[in-house]
């Protein structure tokens, strides 16, 4: 009866399964009867101790598994067993798994934004600035080549000076006198038609000595050389090529010349040298008749005293003094807020004037209102208009 009741007691572990253990894949995983397991570990306490000189040296190296048991695959071991194995160094390890995770597309939860390296911004601002001061180092030198480079030729239409509105071209021969020049001068002032307050060039070429040559333009020397055949050379070679003659439609067609001197003394001192022969010159281009005035006449300061008397009637006579004819040379004057020297008529009327309205620019003109015009122009830019022969 005891002898049953402890065979029933006692434990059978040969039929006694223990759990199934984690193992890093399902085909390691192996299930262990508890037999096994307590043999195994009595052939564990069953061994020699070991000395405390080789427990360091041993406790380093990896027992082996046991048998049926497989070990935890961790990445330390990885490491080791490709050491083991491959004979390849830790950092070599390193490089490769940075590698492997380079080529790795990278998913949009953990993707990062590329941001460049400090140097390299560095880098790139100072190419932008160096390219800066390149960019204005050559827009520099561009401006002075350009600011140096010889003014063109006028040609026909272009506009020297101030703005106008329309251009009258006048073909004379290379070999001109001062009658033919000036006839042609005058014919085409007079056939200039524009409404009110307007200008109009004359510009001036000299034909080609052949049929095939292109004409020339007429510069302010040749012009007043032939005009003026008596003027200094010294004012002459003081005066710039380009000019502009031109006519300002003001109740009758108003000549004007705009000059350009390089010397602002030599240039006043002969205009003043001119005046005794200007008029002459330029005549009757720059020959202008004011209208009449209607004035009062002049009253009489004598008291004519009557006699009451029955003997005698004195005659009661009045007359009119004639007035004295005003200077007819130049004189100075205030012209547009502008020092001036004019000629008037016996009205007081201004019939011819000349001025410099700053040191190079010098205008002779028959008309103060002319003299207006122009300076209110001088503020504005040159505007080129079609050209029309004459």
């Known amino acids: ?9 006692s434990l059978d572990l040969n039929n006694i399964l223990l759990p199934k253990k984690d193992a890093p894949s399902v085909d390691s995983a192996q299930r262990v009867d508890a037999g096994t397991l307590m043999q195994q570990e009595q052939a564990a306490t069953l061994k020699p101790p070991v000395s405390s000189s080789d427990s360091v040296s041993r406790s380093s190296v990896t027992p082996p598994p046991q048998e049926g048991i497989a070990p935890l695959q961790t990445f330390q071991g990885d490491i080791a067993s490709a050491i083991g194995n491959k004979g390849v160094s830790v950092v070599s390890i390193a490089a490769a798994e940075a590698n492997r995770r380079g080529t790795q597309p990278v998913s949009q939860d953990s993707q990062i934004t590329n941001t ?53 071209t006048i073909s004379v021969e290379p070999t001109v006198k001062a009658p033919g020049l000036m006839q042609r001068l005058v014919s085409a002032k007079n056939s200039v038609s524009i409404s009110l307050g307007l ?47 031109g006519v300002h439609s003001f109740g009758v067609n108003q000549p004007f010349l705009i000059l350009k001197v390089d010397s602002y003394e030599q240039g006043y001192a002969g205009m003043l040298a001119w005046e005794k022969g200007i008029k002459k010159d330029l005549a009757p281009l720059f020959t202008y008749v004011p209208a009449p005035k209607i004035t009062k ?67 002779i003109t028959t008309n103060p209102d002319t003299l207006r015009e122009i300076i209110a122009r001088l503020k504005q830019s040159p505007i080129l208009y079609k050209t029309t022969s004459q």
């Open 116 to 168: 460049p390296a400090p140097h390299t911004l560095r880098n790139i601002v100072f190419a932008l600035i160096g390219l800066l001061f390149v960019a204005g180092a050559v827009g520099a030198l561009a401006y002075i080549v350009l600011s140096n480079a010889p003014l063109p030729q006028q040609q026909a239409g272009a506009t020297p000076f101030i703005s106008i509105d329309n251009t009258n």
């Open 297 to 363: 006449p002049a009253q009489n300061p004598i008291a004519v005293a009557t006699s009451t008397t029955a003997t005698s009637t004195p005659s009661l006579a009045t007359s009119t003094p004639e007035l004295p004819p005003l200077q007819t040379g130049f004189t100075d004057a205030v012209v547009q807020n502008h020092d001036a020297r004019v000629t008037v008529d016996q009205y007081g009327t201004v019939n011819f004037l000349w001025t410099f309205l700053d040191r190079q620019t010098l205008v």
């Open 199 to 245: 200008i109009a060039q004359l510009y001036v070429e000299q034909t080609g000595t052949t049929t095939a040559a292109e004409p020339t333009y007429m510069s302010a020397q040749t012009l007043l050389s032939t005009l003026a055949p008596e003027l200094s050379d010294t004012f002459v070679r003081n005066v710039s090529p380009v000019y502009l003659l």
């Open 1 to 9: 009866m005891d002898q049953d009741q402890n065979s029933k007691n």
